[in-house]
């Protein structure tokens, strides 16, 4: 679990990337040679970390560690370098970004911010303010994309649907956002909701660092209420009692950790911890709890030892996961 000397770790591997500019993948469309820019031309605050996303939730694990180890030798060189970052001038011109290409970092990003602009609310002081720009963009997008979308999108990777409503319901439910928080609970019922016998067998792909079913039944613990999930999940893995997780019991390995893609097998251990832990939190039988808790251990092991590889593919953004397994 978390505590001062991982924290630390954690601390470098994100300040390793906060002012790398390169190299850098940048998520938008071409339509002319005038689009033609530096990652810090086109974004003021978000690149580094190779990707805008990957810069936001670097930010966040920097955020989060402060808040939880605030009087850690490298707490006043962190704060001041989250200062000078998390600039007023620069988070609106992110936002502006967002309103103008409105598809961008469509939900995965989207997710990460309202997990920042949460981590900002609970640390307290003025970033927060500059900040919420930010979110009201993402939120705004979030109201008008989610209707339409008539179908989950379930893969293991950016685009998957689960993982960015979970993080969404809980924005809202900690701002008071009831709009939000209506949409996703709805949209989450009637995506998810008559889910049945989800097929294990078919997980993972070779570059997931989701899974897609364990993230589903992350969003669901947190729409029903302990007697809703329970009902929900016993008919969503019906096997659990007598065939234990399946392939999920047993973590993933990872052949190449300087292979961009086949690295992301990592994040998956790490995000099937997570999942595991979630719904372990709400099950009601404590035999298969245990199930879910030991999984998730051996997940959390296994993808702990991936996160320090000493390539930039999977350095630059799996220290956010690793914080995300063990503080929660």
């Known amino acids: 679990m978390l505590d001062r000397v991982l924290a630390g770790k954690l601390v470098k591997l994100a300040l390793a990337g906060i002012d790398r500019e390169y190299p850098y993948k940048m998520g938008t469309v071409l339509s002319g040679a005038d689009d033609l820019k530096s990652p810090r031309q086109v974004h003021a605050v978000f690149n580094g970390h190779f990707d805008w996303h990957s810069s936001v939730h670097g930010h966040w694990t920097l955020v989060r560690l402060l808040r939880l180890f605030p009087d850690e030798a490298w707490a006043e060189s962190v704060r001041n370098i989250l200062e000078e970052r998390l600039s007023e001038s620069g988070l ?3 936002a502006d970004f967002l309103r103008a290409n409105p598809a961008f970092e469509r939900m995965y990003g989207w997710a990460w ?5 949460s981590e900002l609310r609970l640390i307290g002081g003025g970033w927060m303010d500059r900040f919420a720009p930010l979110e009201d963009v993402v939120v705004e997008n979030a109201m008008n994309y989610l209707p339409k979308l008539d179908w989950p999108v379930r893969c293991g990777f950016h685009p998957e649907s689960s993982f960015a409503m979970s993080q969404m319901l809980d924005w809202a439910r ?3 956002d009831v709009d939000l928080e209506a949409l996703v609970i709805n949209r989450a019922e009637e995506f998810y909701g008559d889910d049945e016998n989800y097929p294990v067998q078919y997980e993972p792909s070779g570059n997931d660092f989701f899974s897609a079913g364990l993230n589903v039944a992350d969003l669901m613990r947190r729409v029903y209420d302990a007697d ?3 009902d929900w999940f016993s008919k969503y893995l019906p096997r659990l009692g007598a065939d234990g997780l399946e392939r999920w019991s047993d973590p993933v390995g990872v052949s190449d950790l300087d292979d961009g893609q086949i690295v992301h097998l990592v994040g998956l251990n790490l ?3 997570w999942c595991l832990k979630g719904i372990a939190s709400v099950h009601a039988c404590e035999d298969q709890k245990q199930v879910l808790l030991d999984a998730a251990e051996r997940h959390m092991d296994a993808g702990l030892k991936g996160v320090w590889s000493g390539s930039y593919e999977g350095e630059h953004w799996l220290g956010s996961f690793a914080l995300y397994t063990t503080s929660i």
């Open 92 to 94: 609106l011109q992110e």
């Open 113 to 117: 911010v309202l997990k920042l602009g």
């Open 174 to 176: 900690l701002v008071g």
């Open 228 to 230: 809703g999930f329970n």
């Open 271 to 273: 995000s099937r911890a």
